[in-house]
Every structure is written in C-alpha cells, then in structure tokens.
C-alpha cells in the first residue's frame, strides 16, 4: 500500500486538471490559478500546522524576548561590520564588537527561574462610577531559596502598574495594595500579573504571567428612586382588558350567585340588602410590563455627557423595575439587554458603546413595539437632537392602552414636563432630577 504526501497529491490533482477524461484540456489562466490554488493550500493545510504549531512552541518563545530597540541594535550591529568588511573601516567593526557584547551581558539578566506564588484578588469585581475600586495582589516565594529584589506588572486596562519585590526569603509573603479609578463606564481588563526580567538597557524583555486576566466592570451611576416608582408604574393593579373573570385584582361589579362560584366572593352587604346572594365580579388584568428604548446612536446627543446621562436614566428606571419585580424588556440599535437580573443588566448597560448609524429613535420605537407587544409602560429614552416630530413619530408606534413616556436628556435644563398627544415628555438636565420629573409624570 502505497502513502501520499501532500506533494503527491497536489501532483495530481494538477494533472486532473490538465487532463480530464484521458485527454488534455486548457483552462483559462486565472480559472487554472484559482483552482491549483486552493488545492495546494487544501494539500498543505497539515504541514503548515505543524509549521506554525512548530513556530508558536519554539522560535516565537525566543524571538518575543528581544524587544524592538535590541532589534534595532542588532541590525545596526549586522550592518555596522558589513560596512567595516567592505570598506576596511576598523572602527565600524569595533562598534559592532561592542552592540553584540551588550547583547552578550544582556542574556545574563534575563537567565534563571523564578518561583512565584501569585494571587490577585479585586475586592469588588463590580462597582458603579465614582466608587472605589481597591484590590491587592499577594506574592509568595514558593522556592526553597531566597529570591533577589524584582518587579511586578500589573495591566489595567491601557495602563501598566508596576509593583517592586523586596528579596523574599523562602516562604515570605509580600503584600501590595492598589486603587483603580473609576471616572468612566467602562470593562477594564485587570492583568496578568507578570514577572519581568530585563537588562539595564531593555535590549532583552522576559516575562512570566502568574495569574489570569480579571474584569472590572464599572457600572453607570445610578440614581435611587424608591418613593417615586410607585408614580412612573401607575398600573400597580395591572392594565384591565375587557374579559371578565372571577377572581383577579381589579373589581368590575356585582352578579347573582351561580352554583359553584367561590364563596369568598359573595357581597354580604348586597346580599343582606337584596336577599339574594350576589358575588363580586372582576376584570382580568395583565402583570405591569415594563419596555426600555435607549437610543445609541450619538447623533442625537449634544454631548457625550448627554449620551452618559442617558444610559444611567435608563439604568436607574430599569433597576427600580428589576426590584419591584416587575417585567423588564431594555432594546438599543444593536438589540436586547439581559434583564434577568439587575446585574446582567447593569453589565450590558457598561458594554455599550454609542456610535453615529441610520437607525434612529423612531425605528427603535418601531423595532420595541414588534419586539415587546404585551408592554404596558413604554419609555423612549433619547438626546436633547431628538426633535419633537420624531417623538410623536415614535409614540405612534405604541399599541392604543400603553402609557407611553419620553426621557430627554439635555445637559444642564430644569426637570420640565411637556405633553405631546399621549406622550409625556419630561426633560431631564441632571441624573439628580430623576425621580424629581417622574414624580411630575406622575402628577
């Protein structure tokens, strides 16, 4: 039995080509090409795997170590003696004697192991704008040795904290603390904590990681709203339909007693006043449903503060909702948010990222009204360029029965309330006066 390599096989897929049927054919030269081509790279897919596995394993390892000013004293090095062995310049020869000692002395501080227990640990993973994001990492020598003094990195988003060991005597701990600011909603990727051996001239970079990489995720800032929920959800009772039923929670009127109604039901005054038994009757409600619409297209914002505001009011309303149990469904340009809980909320609300696109307010509106059908409270949240065209534009898209509030935010304004059809507008200029215009829309 016969073994083919990958060559073979590229031969001869070569000569079906060139001869298909027992005769020879001609391809067009860039058909032929097109062709030759992906059968050589679907024949040599094996071996360039073990090429680049061979490469990831072992020269990349190497390489890496040389940072890019020793690459550039390296290629000065080669190119200096090229010149002297050309010309007969001694002094070109001697310059590149000294760049390849330095490299020499260079691999010696890069040499050796070190024997690190490393743990880090963010005392909060979660945290909202503002607040205090503490954590510390806590170094152990693991070995049965004294190691000599060396230097820590910690990663922090952009930024890079370095943190110097003192020389550790076996088994001794080391302990620092640091603080991360938290001015921005942001994920801030928090590690590896990394070794780093290096020469006094950084020709040669060696590194170790110790620990694997942590999110830091800061929340937008919230505001409470506890005393006000009650006015923004007016349909605590839920929204009533025109079904009736036996027993629910919205009282319609009174009946005459059937076999097999509930007796808890029966009106005792009534029936004591009639002599009859009468029951209660009542209509049948839905759960309160709660629909978000936050616009992330930062065309209409004036301002990125405006765009920050927008996404802490709607995070606000939607927390209260969470805690109240309530139904919550929160949709942007680019989808749905996890509203399960309020923290899979908050965490797709620090994901957000604005940007300039097509879809604006009102096709979001449009987008809410197919996705959450069932809604009984609606809020548009948009920028302060959202004009009042676009607002009414939007609340025609809400289903007849909804209550329907638009939250604009303009940096700076008073808390207002303005009507526009069935649409509450209530311009908000400061996260503060939250609960302050949903109190007025509830008014």
């Not at 759960?287 to 619409?293: V, Y």
């Not at 805690?323 to 340009?333: I, N, S």
């Amino acid at each position: 039995m016969s073994s083919s390599t990958p060559l073979t096989r590229l031969a001869e897929r070569l000569r079906q080509l060139l001869h298909r049927n027992g005769k020879p054919t001609r391809l067009h030269p860039s058909a032929f090409w097109a062709e030759a081509t992906s059968t050589a790279g679907l024949a040599l897919a094996p071996a360039w795997r073990k090429v680049r596995d061979l490469w990831l394993r072992y020269a990349w390892p190497v390489l890496s170590v040389v940072s890019i000013l020793g690459w550039s004293v390296l290629a000065a090095a080669i190119l200096l003696w090229a010149t002297g062995q050309a010309f007969g310049w001694q002094e070109a020869k001697a310059a590149a004697i000294a760049a390849f000692v330095l490299f020499v002395i260079a691999v010696g501080f890069i040499l050796g192991r070190s024997s690190y227990g490393v743990v880090l640990d963010l005392a909060r993973t979660r945290v909202a704008v503002g607040d205090s994001a503490v954590g510390s990492i806590a170094v152990s020598n693991t070995s049965a040795r004294p190691l000599l003094p060396a230097a820590l990195e910690l990663p922090v988003g952009a930024a890079t904290a370095v943190f110097h060991l003192p020389r550790m005597k076996p088994q001794q701990v080391h302990e620092d603390l640091f603080t991360i600011p938290t001015a921005r909603r942001a994920v801030i990727v928090v590690g590896p904590v990394r070794s780093v051996r290096a020469d006094p001239l950084h020709l040669l970079r060696r590194q170790v990681l110790w620990t694997e990489p942590e999110d830091l995720f800061v929340h937008p800032r919230t505001v409470a709203l506890a005393g006000s929920a009650a006015g923004f959800i007016r349909d605590l009772e839920g929204m009533p339909t025109t079904d009736l039923s036996s027993a629910d929670v919205s009282f319609h009127a009174l009946r005459d007693y059937v076999p097999g109604d509930d007796r808890r039901h029966i009106h005792w005054k009534t029936t004591a006043r009639t002599n009859k038994l009468m029951v209660r009757q009542f209509e049948e409600t839905r759960r309160a449903h709660l629909a978000i619409s936050l616009s992330i297209n930062t065309e209409e914002y004036a301002s990125e503060q405006e765009f920050e505001m927008a996404i802490s009011a709607a995070a606000s309303i939607g927390r209260q909702a969470i805690r109240e149990q309530r139904e919550l469904d929160v949709l942007t340009q680019k989808g749905p948010l996890r509203c399960e809980t309020g923290r899979n909320m908050l965490d797709d609300m620090t994901r957000i990222v604005g940007a300039p696109m097509r879809r604006t307010a009102v096709d979001l509106a449009r987008s809410l009204a197919d996705t959450v059908p069932n809604a009984s409270v609606v809020f548009f949240v948009v920028g302060s360029n959202v004009t009042p065209t676009q607002l009414r534009s939007a609340s025609a898209s809400v289903a007849p029965g909804v209550r329907s509030l638009a939250v604009r935010l303009q940096a700076g304004a008073a808390p207002t309330r303005a009507n526009i059809a069935d649409l509450t507008v209530l311009t908000l200029g400061d996260l503060a006066d939250l609960a302050i215009v949903l109190r007025k829309a509830a008014a």
